[in-house]
Nanobody, 115 residues
């Protein structure tokens, strides 16, 4: 019911940068959180980053200091700025919006890191 669309994926070299966007319809409500996940070939889906309604953020250890999650409330959009990309970052990235007891997933955007 809630449209959730990722964009901004593409190709980067090791050490490069990409910025992913997750655009959602509707207003951001208190208590709702937005997460980024990723899934690489042959690996299970991994949680990457979270931004809460009060703006607090958290990250998986492997991306701390390199990735930054942020939001633009006017645009109902959450961003994932990815710097210093590594080969291990190559995956399909998904955003997830949790509203009440339901989770809404985007369709994913491919991030490729290669030399």
């Amino acid at each position: 019911q809630v449209p959730l669309v990722e964009s901004g994926g593409g190709s980067a070299q090791p050490g490069g940068s990409l910025r992913l966007s997750c655009a959602a319809s509707g207003s951001i409500l208190s208590g709702n959180v937005l997460d980024w996940f990723r899934q690489a070939p042959g690996k299970q889906r991994e949680w990457v980053a979270r931004i809460m309604s009060d703006g607090r953020t958290n990250y998986v250890d492997s991306v701390k200091g390199r990735f930054t999650i942020s939001r633009d409330n006017a645009k109902n959009t959450v961003y994932l700025q990815m710097n210093s990309l590594k080969a291990d970052d190559m995956a399909v990235y998904f955003c997830r919006l949790t509203v009440g007891g339901y989770a809404y997933w985007g369709q994913g955007t491919q991030v490729t890191v290669s030399s």
